[in-house]
């Protein structure tokens, strides 16, 4: 007989798991906890919405929409498509659930993988690991400001240095169809290719993105949304600038800014890290006002984030930092004989009742296997437990990081084990 192939994960879709998990843990619930400390309230998104969501809140101009989206239709010939990005489903979210005809303004966090079908490198993957915040309701420059300092919060909670606040304003409707007309006739004089003129053409703010170097030379000189904000408009940058500058939270002004998503207006941020090579970005966001109309909803604002919790990890990687304890668990216990294990595995469910992380050496391996795999756990303490001392009533106690040990009564180890753990 043949032997059956294996299989893999599908390209693109990294697997996290034991050790690496520990930090993909540590990382996703550091920068969510930035978010809870502002009074954020976690939601629960769909994985696939109605096609229709993300043509209509993303754009239908942006690569997201037109390359990107992982789409299909269900068996009742239906349009879904797996999230490519968590703001248009958490305004669906709160326009169906009325969230907005409550106290404003309505502040969300989430997290979870997205999807998106692109060519897979270091640090861009199909499914990426994300946690957003939006904050819906209110066009405070104060809100904004909140919004990046959090990011910022969350970044340097996990030892995370090296990166920078990039920052612009896009404007609002009041100067960003003259500027859209100002920046297309720029565009549509240059000698550009078919699809480059296309995409002028729809959303000439785009264009201003491309990585290439021919077109970046031929825009080098394109007219810039921050020389044509409106008074409304720079009023409302420069405050929140100045609450950042309040906040002590340090920003570079980029006015070539261009996210890759159609909804932004105003503020727009991004987290960049040049130790990630092309990829630099780790997380950015703005604020985009018209969004919620656009889907059905009240005209309110709002402005939220998305930060990469697997760009985080290979950003804390190329600075040689870590985060998390990759120790599956805290107490390794050592039974010499099934009497001891019989004894050992309600000791085991007590210590765990009291808050403490502990695994058994099952399966009857001798006591040389069993140390070794206890120091493989990356627990602290090993309880072990032979014949004499269970008819003594009592267990051993060792801590794995100096060596010392102690015979303690087997109805006192819940404590004396807290205190070793702890460091007593």
């Known amino acids: ?27 996703r619930d550091g920068l969510t906890r930035a978010a809870r400390l502002a ?6 998104l769909p994985i696939f919405e109605d096609t229709g969501l993300f043509a209509r809140g993303v754009g239908e101009s942006t690569d997201v929409v037109s390359k990107e989206m992982y789409t299909f239709a269900d068996r009742g010939d239906r349009s879904v498509t797996l999230r490519p990005e968590g703001t248009a489903g958490v305004m669906r979210a709160v326009i169906e659930h009325g969230l907005d005809r409550g106290q404003l303004p309505v502040k969300l966090s989430y997290a979870g993988p997205f999807f998106r079908y692109e060519r897979p490198q270091a640090g861009r993957y199909r499914q990426l690991q994300q946690v957003g915040v939006e904050a819906i309701g209110v066009d405070d420059p104060a809100l904004d400001a909140e919004v990046i300092a959090i990011a910022d919060a969350g970044f340097r909670s996990l030892g995370l240095e090296g990166f920078r606040l990039e920052i612009t304003s896009l404007g609002d409707q009041t100067c960003r169809p003259r500027y859209r007309d100002l920046l297309q006739e720029f565009l549509l004089g240059l000698p550009l290719d078919e699809d480059t003129r296309r995409r002028a053409e729809i959303n000439p703010l785009r264009v201003l993105d491309d990585k290439r170097p021919d077109v970046k030379a031929m825009t080098a000189d394109a007219p810039l949304m921050l020389d044509h904000l409106s008074d409304s408009a720079k009023a409302h940058f420069d405050e929140v600038l100045g609450h950042l500058d309040a906040l002590g939270v340090p920003y570079v002004v980029n006015p070539r800014m261009v996210r890759g998503l159609d909804y932004y207006t105003k503020t727009t941020f991004e987290f960049v890290h040049d130790g990630l090579g092309a990829q630099s970005g780790i997380g950015g966001g703005g604020r985009y006002d018209g969004l919620m109309e656009q889907l059905g909803g009240q005209a309110l604002s709002g402005i939220g984030f998305g930060l990469g919790v697997d760009r985080t990890i290979l950003a804390l990687a190329a600075e040689g930092k870590t985060a998390g304890n990759p120790a599956r668990c805290e107490v390794y216990g050592v039974p010499m004989g099934d009497a001891a294990k019989a004894a050992l595995v309600p000791v085991a469910h007590r210590l765990r009742a009291a808050g403490i992380r502990v695994d058994l050496a099952y399966g009857g391996r001798g006591v040389k296997g ?47 084990v807290g205190q070793v753990v702890a460091g007593g």
């Open 370 to 416: 069993a140390m070794k795999a206890a120091d493989k756990s990356g627990a602290v303490v090993a309880l072990v437990l032979g014949e004499r001392e269970l008819e003594a009533g009592e267990i051993v106690v060792k801590d794995l990081r100096n060596g010392e040990q102690h015979t303690v009564p087997l109805a006192d180890v819940v404590a004396r």
């Open 1 to 27: 007989m043949s032997k059956a192939s294996t299989f893999s994960a599908p390209k693109g879709v990294p697997d996290y798991v034991p050790s690496q998990s520990a930090e993909f843990v540590a990382v």
């Open 39 to 44: 009074g954020y309230g976690h939601i629960e």
